[in-house]
């Protein structure tokens, strides 16, 4: 199979630039922000939101061995810093509120299996071509299959590729992020 190590980056920036789009719409107040390195997922994109109470985070997360898949996690922190945890996501229990600090995968909400969506890329393509036909996998030269493998997407291949998983990661955030942060600041 594949050995990505990771994301290829025309997704990651798809999902980057949907997810921030649609953010912005919804939330204008979720601003994009840098955080400490070592506080972060590599290529994680995180957005942040100063209230009285607390900073809200929403971060957008590829996934770490380079699988078409991301997720979300939202979080807070009462001392207006991203989150220093332990490890992430550190909430499993959707209904524990008091903590300072904390992060939750979204798909904690809605039970979504796995890391969180996934899209049809170059993986999805070079599983369809190879591994559902191996008939191509034993008759396709071995320089045309490592092409395959190592094939960037255009970037609107890219969009076209992540747009139904960004939509359904905003709806989750629309039906019980948001609506949880909200919770959350009203403590």
Known sequence: MLSKA????????AIEKL?????????????????KPVCKYN??????????????FISVIPHPKGHEEF????????????????MRPNMFDV????NDEGMIRLTSFSKIPGFGWTF????????????????????TPVEIIDQDTKRVPTDSEAVAAVGDAVTEAI??????????????LSL
């Open 120 to 139: 049809r890329g170059v993986a999805w393509e070079w599983d369809q071509k190879y591994w559902l036909n191996p008939e191509a996998f034993r008759t």
């Open 171 to 184: 709806n989750e955030l629309k039906t019980h992020g948001l609506p949880y942060l909200n919770k959350y």
């Open 19 to 35: 997810f921030s789009a649609e953010l912005k719409r919804l939330c204008p107040e979720f601003n994009k922000v840098s955080v």
């Open 71 to 86: 997720t979300v996690e939202i979080g807070w922190s009462t001392k207006h810093r991203f989150p220093e945890l332990s």
């Open 43 to 56: 290529g994680e994109a995180v957005f942040a939101s100063d209230a009285v109470k607390a900073t809200l």
């Open 6 to 13: 990771n994301m290829k980056k025309p997704y990651r920036i």
């Open 95 to 98: 209904n524990e509120l008091g």
